[in-house]
């Protein structure tokens, strides 16, 4: 087993990418200590010595006659004595993989911040990350933010104090708007961080970047209440909790008010809905700790009444889920999607500031007695028309690319220099 285990690892360092990326992809993979320092095989050819840097990717393309992906390959004299190959990686020392694996708070322990990579399976048929994955990752930074501050409990992401009272936190809201999806492989890093929103509710905030650029790709804000573990009634935030999480208050926004999406989200009836998909069961995987269905796997059952041409043309740019009720493992449901415009004329969710072309409505439902479950409201961008942007932008430089989307000129892909 641990020869199998180290040949998998040497091999993972051969694989192509999918993305553009990917050179500078594994400095930032090595950086966070994804490699093990070394490996030993055994060789085919006496003598024979690789070096393989992940720190130094443009060394590289043809060795023997044959491209060479993403890996330094350099071939010592043959000197007639039995070796072995080594496959020697330069990763820094000092920051081990386990350490890549923790978050750390920054900014007067204010804001708790995490790197992830993303894993094959976290992607989808575009090859790049999905809205699911994308949320799990935002959830998984809350819960670790929660137990890295020394406040967890015994509930899932629950205080101390919270514990001793039954109660938990519920998400009310949440609202996440993506610039860009990372791809397989890519290593991203999250921001997070809470304020008080209102009396009785927190918010919490999220902002993701690409870790070798420090490019903002996702922000995201949500609304969270606290709920009776046993009756399942909602409460008012305890004097002994509000004073657990009071010193970890910060005074920031992850998404400006104007771009925000704040809008009332209307309620979808048999009427005025395009498209119904009924049948929808959870399982047993879809339950969470507390005893319902996670939050997150809500968005794959309201994209199942999504029409299959926009999800195949159209990236889901932003998603506002406002959540109603809870869902357990016996219920059935319903799956409902419109245009927007087809149900309301309403234009206060501020969709017209981010230039979305398609928007929709979408609302999840029990199939027997249609009590909601969860409205939610969605904005797509043709991925054509994101490709052309990218092209241009990489071809005329940031600056000028920027330059021209303000006077509206931006050159057509035949019109770009070569």
């Known amino acids: 087993m641990a ?9 993972s360092l051969f694989l192509g990418g999918v993305c553009k990326e990917e050179k500078t992809k594994n400095v930032a993979m090595a950086k966070l200590g994804f490699y093990s320092p070394r490996n030993l095989i055994k060789p085919k050819r006496k003598g024979l010595l690789l070096i393989a840097s992940a720190k130094n990717p443009h060394n590289l393309d043809m060795i023997n006659g044959k491209k060479v992906n993403g890996i330094f390959v350099g071939e010592a004299p043959y000197t007639g004595k039995k070796s072995t190959v080594l496959i020697k990686e330069h990763v820094p020392y000092k920051q081990a993989h386990a350490a890549s694996l923790v978050g750390r708070f920054v900014e007067d322990r204010h804001v708790y911040r995490q790197t992830f990579i993303i894993r094959s399976y976290e992607t989808g048929p575009d090859k790049t990350a999905t809205m699911e994955t994308v949320m799990n990752l935002l959830q998984e930074t809350a819960l670790n933010h929660v137990r890295s501050s020394g406040l967890a409990g015994n509930g899932f992401g629950a205080t101390r104090e919270m514990s001793l009272r039954k109660l938990i936190w519920v998400v009310t809201r949440i609202h996440v708007q993506v610039e860009r999806y990372s791809c397989w492989g890519d290593v991203v890093e999250i921001d997070t961080w809470v304020d008080a ?87 047993w995987s879809d339950m969470d700790a507390n005893q319902h269905v996670n939050n997150v796997k809500y968005i794959g059952w309201i994209l199942e009444s999504v029409p299959m041409d926009v999800l ?7 998603m506002t889920l406002e959540y109603r009720r809870e869902c357990r493992k016996s219920n059935l449901l319903e799956s409902l999607t419109s245009s927007t415009a087809n149900v309301t004329e309403d234009s ?68 770009l220099k070569k």
Not at 3 to 11: E, G, L
Not at 390 to 402: K, L, T
């Open 3 to 11: 020869s199998m285990a180290k040949a998998s690892n040497v091999t």
């Open 348 to 415: 206060n969710n501020n969709s017209n500031n981010r230039k979305a072309d398609l928007e929709y409505t979408h609302l999840l439902r029990m199939q027997d007695d249609v009590a909601e479950i969860v409205r939610a409201r969605s904005e797509w961008q043709s991925k054509d028309k994101h490709s052309w942007l990218v092209e241009a932008s990489e071809q005329i430089g940031r600056q000028e690319f920027i330059s021209s989307i303000f006077i509206l000129d931006i050159p057509k892909p035949h019109q």
């Open 197 to 283: 929103a209102g009396k009785n509710a927190m918010r919490r905030d999220w902002i993701i970047r690409d870790y070798n650029t420090q490019e903002i790709i996702t922000r995201a804000t949500s609304t969270w209440v606290i709920m009776n573990h046993e009756t399942r009634r909602l409460t008012k935030i305890p004097e002994q909790v509000r004073q657990e999480v009071i010193p970890f208050y910060l005074n920031r926004i992850a998404i400006a008010e104007e771009k925000n999406d704040i809008g009332k989200i209307d309620k979808l009836t048999d009427e005025n809905a395009e498209r119904i998909r009924s049948g929808l069961a959870p399982r």
């Open 312 to 318: 195949e043309e159209y990236r889901l740019t932003s």
